[in-house]
Every structure is written in C-alpha cells, then in structure tokens.
C-alpha cells in the first residue's frame, strides 16, 4: 500500500474533538525532539483536525 494515498473522513465537530483529545493522550509522552515516524503522522493528524475544527468554530461564531 502506498503512503501518498490520501483519504478524506467526515466527522462532526464532536467527534473530531474526541478524536483529536484521543490522539494527543495517546502521544503525550513521545519525544518532541525526536518522535518516531508514527508520532509525527499522529501529530500532522491532531495539526489537521485543529485546523478544521479551529475553522468551523470561527465560521459558527461569525454566522450566530
């Protein structure tokens, strides 16, 4: 299986925010200095979801 096969998963904000909380408890006491691959993928997944959720709430917050 190729690594550059990218997918797209649709979660509600709730759900991504658990998502999210889940992966960060699981890698907190990784190495920041030198996290193996795993972690880095991880950590590029709990940088995407804080983006997208980060994005929702301002355009929730704008539309009310």
């Given at each position: 299986?190729?690594?550059?096969?990218?997918?797209?998963?649709?979660?509600?904000?709730?759900?991504?925010?658990?998502?999210?909380?889940?992966?960060?408890?699981?890698?907190?006491?990784?190495?920041?200095?030198?996290?193996?691959?795993?972690?880095?993928?991880?950590r590029e997944a709990?940088?995407?979801?804080?983006?997208?959720?980060?994005?929702?709430?301002?355009?929730?917050?704008?539309?009310?």
């Open positions: 299986m190729s690594c550059d096969t990218n997918i797209t998963v649709t979660l509600n904000i709730h759900t991504a925010a658990a998502v999210r909380e889940a992966l960060f408890l699981y890698t907190k006491q990784d190495s920041y200095e030198f996290p193996g691959k795993r972690t880095i993928a991880i709990i940088l995407a979801l804080d983006e997208q959720i980060e994005e929702k709430l301002k355009n929730e917050t704008t539309n009310s």
